[in-house]
């Protein structure tokens, strides 16, 4: 089945250049540039970004990643001050920090992510902060250690629906994930949202299953977006959906008694994060 062709703005080369090259002084990556993301220029107009810590390089090996996989380096001590050096000279007004998964260092990666909270605290104060993180295995040293951060959202992806996670996310698990994201709604003062991407082979009964799962964990905020393959060595786009699918499962996630979703065909789990 041929993709539904959106209508995307073109970037705007400038604002590109000069974001790439803040990028470039401090030695930082976004995942919106990473990932040629469609939307770039329409969150770095709204001041927004999102920021990957922690190295390139994934101990885990998802099929709908595109992230390479290895070992990584140890964390950088420096890191935390250059994000939160290059979010003032951005004029960010929201920042999204994300990292890959670490599940080779002690505390899963979790001190540099609070590490990177306090000094976006002192570097860039009235910035809001939203964490995504990975599952720290379910480690509660590591989950304690972000919400003591004090973010201002805190986002876990459960990504799938409960079949397809063994062959998407084959070092992850389904449950873990919704444990994750309970433990953050029982004991973070703020709001928790969650991802999922449509088109991996699921049903839309499926979808909702999961979304009602989701919401009975504790989520309140959740975005919705069509699945779309890196490379031929990941998984295949089983189907693409119109945009009144999205719209469908919006009206549904809504009933269902989430507080605001972002659902469509270009939505990625990061978009809009400063207005939901």
């Given amino acids: 089945m041929k993709p539904y062709k959106p209508k995307v703005k073109a970037p705007d080369p400038h604002l590109i250049a000069s974001t790439n090259e803040i990028l470039r002084q401090n030695t930082l990556t976004t995942v919106c540039e990473e990932s040629a993301c469609p939307n770039r220029t329409e969150c770095y107009h709204r001041g927004t970004a999102t920021f990957m810590i922690l190295g390139d390089t994934c101990t885990r090996a998802c099929r709908f990643c595109n992230v390479k996989t290895g070992r990584g380096a140890p964390p950088d001590p420096t890191e935390p001050q250059r994000v939160a050096k290059a979010i ?17 260092l002690k505390d899963y990666g979790s001190g540099q992510f609070a590490a990177v909270v306090r000094a976006i605290r ?54 873990c994930s919704l444990q994750v994201l309970r433990y953050y709604a029982e004991r973070f003062d703020g709001p928790v949202k969650s991802s999922l991407m449509a088109g991996l082979g699921e049903s839309e009964e499926e979808l909702i299953e999961t979304m009602e799962e989701l919401y ?42 989430f507080e605001a979703v972002a659902s469509g065909i270009l939505v990625r789990s990061s978009y809009y994060a400063d207005r939901l």
């Fill in 88 to 104: 003032r000279e951005l004029g960010l007004r929201y920042a999204v920090i994300t990292s890959v998964d670490r599940d080779d």
């Fill in 122 to 175: 002192e570097t860039a104060p009235g910035v809001k902060v939203e964490l995504l993180t990975p599952d720290f295995r379910g480690d509660r040293m590591a989950l304690d250690r972000v919400i003591a951060a004090a973010p201002d959202k805190l986002a876990h992806n459960e990504e799938t629906v409960r079949r397809l996670s063994p062959l998407i996310r084959p070092q992850s698990d389904y449950d």
């Fill in 216 to 257: 009975q964990a504790g989520v309140r905020q959740l975005t919705l977006g069509q699945y779309l393959q890196p490379t031929p060595k990941h998984a295949p786009v089983v189907r693409y959906f119109p945009p009144e699918f999205f719209e469908r499962l919006e009206t549904k996630a809504l009933a269902i008694g």
